[in-house]
């Protein structure tokens, strides 16, 4: 069983910026896909990014040029690079891999709260 588990969370003015790691429990050249997502209250659950084992991005329209993903194999780990916050992007931030036989798996959520 895989496990993701995030870090970086937080509370930040607007204008701020954080980084929200996912660490997953075994090495990340085994996923085909790596996401995070975000779910604000009342408002279903949104991609924010995803980045292929073959390093291809993308981004959902309200992140692009604020956010950046990224991997680091050697450490498992997938970061999210968080700049210019603004209120709305106050929201549970979840990350989300998808493995070579598209099994899914989800991490915990962490929180990110960004004040006007």
């Known amino acids: 069983q895989v496990q993701l588990v995030e870090s970086g969370g937080g509370l930040v003015q607007a204008g701020g910026s954080l980084r929200l790691s996912c660490a997953a429990s075994?090495?990340?050249?085994?996923?085909?896909?790596m996401g995070w997502y975000r779910q604000a209250p009342g408002k279903q659950r949104e991609l924010v990014a995803h980045i292929t084992s073959g390093g291809n991005t993308d981004y959902g329209d309200s992140v692009k040029g604020r956010f950046t993903i990224s991997g680091d194999n050697a450490k498992n780990t997938v970061y999210l690079q968080m700049n210019s916050l603004k209120p709305e992007d106050t929201a549970v931030y979840y990350c989300?891999?998808?493995?070579?036989?598209?099994?899914?798996?989800w991490g915990q959520g962490t929180q990110v709260t960004v004040s006007s």
């Open positions: 075994r090495s990340i050249f085994s996923f085909n896909v």
């Open positions: 989300s891999f998808a493995d070579l036989y598209y099994n899914v798996y």
